[in-house]
């Protein structure tokens, strides 16, 4: 009967260790306010996890998704052909990003930039409570940019 109550009370700590873990990873999810000095644009990303436990990213709201003519923003630089009538406000920009829980960063993803036309490794950290710092790279991370999100949801 001792080692069934040792065998319990080791799953119940595993779980709770566990679900610590998961609560950590989750923290990125929500939306997060972009204002973009490159691309002179605001916009809104929501993160969200995949079915595989992976995280990834979606504009879902620009400032200004029109141009002056009345014409709708699509991202027309993506090297995609089918995906260049993607309106601006639908445009996913992060993928396959993982928890790494040693290092308390989102990383192994990628990022496009819809600006180029371009996708770059990238990972994810958070600086403060609510602003995340994302870093795009090209080969080392010492050869990229770091743009600053702060969560609002």
Known sequence: MRIFKCF??????????????????????????????????????????????????????????????????????????????????KIKLLFHFRYDAKGNKWVDGEIYDPVHGKYYKSRMWFEKENVLRVRGYIGVPAFGRTMTWKKIG
């Open 8 to 89: 319990i009370i080791s799953i119940l700590c595993f779980s709770s260790l566990s679900a610590v873990a998961q609560t950590a990873a989750d923290k990125i999810l929500g939306v997060y306010y972009i204002s973009d000095d490159q691309s002179d644009e605001d916009c809104k990303i929501k993160i969200t996890k995949t079915s595989s436990g992976l995280y990834e990213g979606q504009v879902i709201w620009v400032k200004n998704p029109y141009f002056k003519d009345g014409s709708r923003k699509c991202d027309i630089k993506n090297p995609d052909p089918k995906k260049r009538n993607t309106p601006c406000d």
